[in-house]
């Protein structure tokens, strides 16, 4: 399927359905998203000393309660955020989209990739690239994958699947205290140099949630949504591969099964609680309007 063909293959699929127009000066600029977030909103990605002083104190997403940051925490943080504007960026779904797509080198050429939840590299790398300038991973994947982190052995394991990725490993960890926790305990065994572990600032993820609440899209938003938001407030050009939430694609001829994940079979994961499909339906529409390039099918 090639790429220009996505408005016609969209408008087929009877899973996407319109739910507004979003105009392009109002909110999908930088500066439209800095005016509406304030101007700070791109520091806040994750939590450094400059966003988060001794003494301050930061919200958990899912549950009551405040994090106070001690002096101990604080020096346990990166000092700042060291991008800002950025020229190209490429933000990676996890579609099984990507499958075959040869989009790996496109991908790559940007200044800064985004991937979402620790998804495996290397085999990929022909229709996923390997560059990693920001990587998210869901503490969830401590107790799926580590046994909880609970022995040295697991920790270790952990730290060392994470050498694949380079820049920041962006943990979601102030969803709870518990998980929290977990993050802390990875941190302090955590001694590899070819990335920083960063937590996820509370509030940026608050602010690109209401942010979307206001435009009536009420479910929490994806991993990739939010990436995508992210990079539209700090890249010139963002580029979208592997957003495909159907389970079938078509190309010129025919209809064919695509897997929910490219690097794993997940029939059951098709029904996901973030209604990919108004998202999607979003993101196409500022496809329309020449804010974001969804690359689907094959990159050239
Ligand atoms: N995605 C997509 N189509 C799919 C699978 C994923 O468009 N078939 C996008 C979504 O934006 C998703 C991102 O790729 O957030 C990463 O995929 P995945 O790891 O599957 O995310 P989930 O675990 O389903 O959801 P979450 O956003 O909670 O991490």
Redesign the pocket.
């Known amino acids: 399927m090639a790429e220009e063909r996505i408005d016609s293959i969209n408008t087929r699929n009877t899973s996407v359905q319109a739910t507004a127009t979003y105009q392009r000066n109002i909110f999908t600029t930088r500066e439209g998203i800095h005016q509406e977030l304030g101007s700070n909103i791109t520091n806040l990605l994750f939590v450094t000393q400059e966003n988060s002083p001794i003494g301050s104190t930061l919200p958990f997403v899912y549950e009551k309660g405040l994090w106070k940051v001690s002096s101990k925490f604080y020096k346990s943080l990166p000092k700042k955020a060291t991008f800002d504007r950025l020229t190209r960026c490429s933000v990676v779904?996890?579609?099984?989209?990507l499958l075959h797509s040869n989009c790996g080198k496109h991908i790559d050429e940007a200044d800064f990739v985004y991937r979402?939840?620790a998804?495996p590299l290397k085999p990929f790398a022909a229709d996923a690239g390997t560059k990693s300038s920001l990587t998210?991973f869901?503490p969830s994947i401590f107790g799926k994958r580590y046994k909880g982190i609970a022995k040295q052995s697991s920790l270790k394991k952990f730290v060392s699947d994470m050498q694949q990725y380079h820049g920041y490993l962006w943990g979601a960890c102030f969803s709870g205290r518990s998980t929290l926790d977990l993050c802390m305990k990875a941190i302090s065994g955590y001694n590899i140099k070819e990335n920083v572990f960063v937590l996820a600032h509370p509030y940026h993820y608050k602010s690109f949630h209401d942010y979307w609440i206001r435009r009536g899209k009420k479910k929490?938003?994806?991993?990739?949504?939010?990436y995508?938001s992210d990079a539209l407030s700090r890249c010139n050009e963002t580029h979208l591969y592997?957003?495909?939430?159907?389970p079938r694609a078509f190309d010129d001829i025919s209809s064919y099964n695509?897997s929910?994940?490219y690097f794993e079979k997940l029939e059951n994961?098709w029904k996901?609680?973030?209604a990919?499909n108004i998202?999607?339906s979003i993101l196409v529409q500022l496809h329309l309007l020449g804010v974001v390039k969804i690359h689907n099918g094959k990159c050239e």
């Not at 929490?220 to 939010?226: A, C, M, R, V």
């Open positions: 779904g996890n579609s099984g989209s979402c939840n998804a998210s869901n929490l938003p994806s991993t990739g949504f939010y995508a592997g957003f495909w939430p159907f695509v929910y994940h994961e996901e609680p973030h990919m998202e999607f």
